[in-house]
């Protein structure tokens, strides 16, 4: 009888589960997989993305190689990825260092910190769109760099790590408060001190950490749009298109549907590849640590 109830409570407990996951995987084949799946097909074809088509088999990707608008907006997202992916880490270990030492308030502290990362990327850009359009240029008397081609992108770097670094610091926190105490006194006790005691002790223990952020921030940073949405709209002169707001700007409402979904086919590889290079080559300094 004990066997029978028992196998009865787990038939209930899977048909539980189904139902909990069947719903959800049918919400993500709708939204996910399949959209993917048919952007891959359109890939190959010349769509408008509407009305009809032709096959044109691989010859949008033979076509981006040499389309140089396509190319300044991948050295454009891979500039400032890079530079945001730095400087976001950076500042958010450093804050994070702070906020995890014993100083009072520090709860509010992190409350404060995280802010940012409630509020929507759309309504900040806006926001600093108006700072940089209106208020820099009254202040130091000079024209908004969000007008200047070769100085837009650091508005939008600024933008990017002041949002980004909220919950890249939160990330890092935990990473601290995982590192016993014990660790600290021993390394004291053998002169391990400030930059010493940071260098040998807390960086090799919460470099799961720093795998964890490098690879999101990099990742969210190489898909920036909505900045670019609401401070440039990709200008001036191009200057800020991202390959994500190219995607979207010459897919949707430029007829080259067809020719941007290869783009976005390569543009999903290569995320991909990077963040699968990023996890082994932090994994690996994980170990040598």
């Known amino acids: 009888m004990a066997s029978l109830a028992k196998s009865k409570v787990g038939a209930g407990r899977d048909k539980t589960f189904y139902a909990i996951l069947i719903p959800i995987l049918i919400l993500f084949v709708a939204f996910n997989t399949i959209p993917l799946i048919t952007g891959f097909l359109y890939s190959f074809t010349d769509s408008k993305g509407y009305g009809a088509f032709n096959i044109v088999g691989v010859q949008n990707y033979i076509d981006m190689f040499s389309d140089v608008r ?10 400032v990825a890079v530079v945001a992916t730095i ?28 802010v940012p ?7 900040v850009g806006y926001v600093f769109s ?11 008397g000079t ?4 007008a200047d081609p070769n100085l ?32 600290y006194e021993a390394g004291s006790l053998d002169g391990a001190t400030g930059w010493n005691q940071f260098r040998y ?37 191009q200057s800020t298109e991202s390959i994500s707001y190219l995607i979207y700007n010459n897919g949707l409402s430029g007829g080259q549907f067809g020719y941007q979904c290869a783009n976005a086919v390569i543009f999903f590889i290569l995320i991909a590849v990077i963040s699968i290079l990023q996890t082994r080559f932090l994994n690996s300094r994980e170990e040598q640590l």
């Open 143 to 146: 024209s908004s760099i969000l």
């Open 152 to 183: 837009a992108w650091i508005a939008i770097v600024v933008v990017l790590v002041w949002q980004s670094c909220a919950q890249t610091t939160i990330i890092y926190i935990t990473g601290l408060q995982s590192v016993p105490e014990d660790v």
């Open 87 to 114: 400087l976001t880490n950076v500042i958010s270990l450093v804050l994070a260092l702070g906020l995890n030492s014993k100083i009072k308030f520090k709860s509010a502290f992190r409350a404060l910190y995280f």
């Open 130 to 140: 108006y700072f940089f359009t209106y208020i820099v240029p009254a202040l130091t």
């Open 70 to 79: 396509i190319g300044n907006s991948y050295l454009f997202t891979f500039k």
């Open 201 to 237: 002790l807390t960086l090799p223990l919460i470099m799961p950490s720093v795998t964890t952020n490098m690879v999101l921030v990099m990742k969210n940073m190489l898909m920036v749009f909505d900045q670019i949405v609401a401070m440039t709209s990709g200008g001036p002169a």
């Open 117 to 123: 990362q409630i509020l929507g990327a759309l309504v």
